[in-house]
């Protein structure tokens, strides 16, 4: 059946409104998915220390080029090709009266703490070789127990509007967790630190602390559904099986595009603040702020999500960042400190459809590909997804530091105007093109939520005709 069948069938099928964001019959209770959702905390620690204060605190406090933290981090990420896949794969296989996703979020949970460890607390000095192994340990730890349990939630909601429940849920989550990673340079600062050993040495301790405290509580007071099928596909063929989805590959590359985008800004904030507005003690509590209003903003994105479709609301997201980043923080200069932060407050609230939306779009492109191929593999799409979601930071870093190095910018250090306006012209621009382009395709995506009742419904049809043939 092609995509287009699907798309007829529901509009004679299905009635013109979508059903409300309420929780639907047998579906879990709010209090069950924030439960679900608590190890999403520790797992956005690795977005926001990471992709955003990870790159200036290695370059400023451990003396690292900006070319060897760009190149070193896009070779790490390579690796990823190959393993979170296979860690997907691997999850969909398992056999374990634990769960099968379950058991990789407890195999995982170590690896990331020793990653978290080796990463934020150095004990010998470091360089870029340093940075390559302890960067690979912790996103195959990140690996290990976010793609398992990522898959485990599209199997806990089987609805459309129940899945944008669930990945709102988890993304509140998330938010909640780079809300606290944000407080703590935002604390540290009050007494003097910036980001620096102390400063990160306290995010690398909060991961180890929360990681298996996070765990344990929802694999502990949420049930994992039972297996319907299982899976025993070769990998390669699974891969390339997955490409044949349309839906999946317009998401995709969406998502590539606008992760490198928005990994631009995020990459060079802490360099834009310090050595361009001049404010270094504005960036614990900027980075706080964006945290605090992403979260504020995630029912207004639910509603507008009920109302137009969790892609429209995400492309409206992407539009607005961009206008912000290239239509209003050009005109920022040194001493503009206070002006940037109340201006990341509004960027907060047009970035949290972005950052929560899109893990709702997974779970309906899964069942798409369980409806056209007849096989659940959700964890092998999230770990394709997975790949896409730390390749796009690292290719970004990748280039955008070595970048700024070559137009003579330097951290920390006392950089000529031409330098500092290179790095403001990065900062507003780069996200630009890439945002934009991200927000036309998302527009063209094809799966509503008329159109994935219709699925649903057939994929309950077929599974009610194989349990009435088993009897």
Not at 96 to 121: D, E, Q
Not at 194 to 206: E, H, K, L, V, Y
Not at 390 to 400: D, E, M, N, R, Y
Request: contains cysteine.
């Amino acid at each position: 059946m092609a995509f287009d069948d699907v798309a007829a069938a529901t509009e004679t099928v299905l009635p013109e409104s979508a059903k409300a964001l309420k929780r639907a019959p047998g579906e879990l209770s709010n209090s069950r998915l924030a439960l679900y959702a608590l190890p999403s905390i520790p797992i956005a620690f690795l977005f926001l220390p990471v992709a955003m204060l990870m790159p200036a605190y290695y370059a400023r406090e451990m003396h690292v080029s900006l070319s060897a933290i760009g190149g070193f981090l896009v070779i790490s990420r390579m690796a990823d090709v190959f393993l979170d896949p296979m860690i997907g794969r691997w999850s969909d296989n398992t056999h374990s009266k634990f769960g099968r996703r379950k058991l990789w979020m407890v195999i995982g949970t170590p690896i990331l703490m020793l990653g978290a460890f080796i990463l934020f607390m150095p004990m010998v000095p470091v360089n870029g070789w340093y940075l390559l192994i302890a960067s690979f340990v912790i996103y195959a730890g990140g690996s290990t127990v976010g793609l398992p349990y990522a898959a485990w939630g599209t199997e806990l909601m089987d609805t459309y509007h129940g899945r944008s429940r669930m990945a709102g849920f988890r993304e509140a989550a998330g938010v909640v967790g780079g809300l606290l990673a944000a407080c703590i340079p935002a604390i540290t600062g009050l007494y003097g630190h910036g980001i620096d050993r102390f400063t990160m040495s306290i995010m690398g301790g909060a991961i180890i602390v929360l990681t298996p405290l996070m765990v344990f509580v929802a694999i502990t007071f949420v049930k994992e559904p039972p297996v319907k099928s299982r899976v025993h596909v070769p990998l390669l063929p699974s891969l390339l099986a997955l490409f044949k989805n349309k839906p999946f590959r317009l998401f995709c590359a969406a998502y590539i595009v606008y992760t490198i985008g928005a990994s631009i800004p995020s990459a060079t904030i802490v360099f834009f603040i310090s050595d361009y507005l001049k404010a270094p003690n504005l960036v614990g509590p900027g980075l706080l702020l964006v945290a605090l209003m992403t979260i504020i903003a995630v029912p207004m994105w639910l509603k507008v999500s009920r109302r137009f479709g969790k892609h429209i609301a995400t492309a409206a997201s992407l539009l607005i960042s961009m206008a912000l980043y290239v239509g209003v923080t050009p005109f920022l200069h040194p001493g503009d400190g206070w002006l940037y932060v109340g201006l990341l407050a509004i960027m907060g609230i047009s970035s949290s459809g972005f950052v929560t939306l899109p893990m709702g779009l997974i779970g309906d492109i899964i069942d798409y590909d369980t409806l056209i191929h007849r096989q659940p593999r959700g964890g092998i799409y999230w770990g394709v997804w997975s790949f896409a979601q730390k390749v796009s930071p690292a290719l970004a870093i990748g280039v955008t530091l070595p970048l700024l190095k070559y137009l003579g910018f330097q951290p920390g250090e006392q950089n000529t105007q031409t330098a500092l306006d290179a790095l403001k012209y990065v900062y507003c621009f780069g996200a630009g093109p890439f945002l934009l382009t991200a927000g036309i395709l998302l527009a063209y995506f094809p799966i509503d939520a008329r159109r994935h009742d219709i699925i649903r419904r057939r994929l309950e049809q077929r599974q009610k005709r194989a349990e009435k043939a088993a009897q």
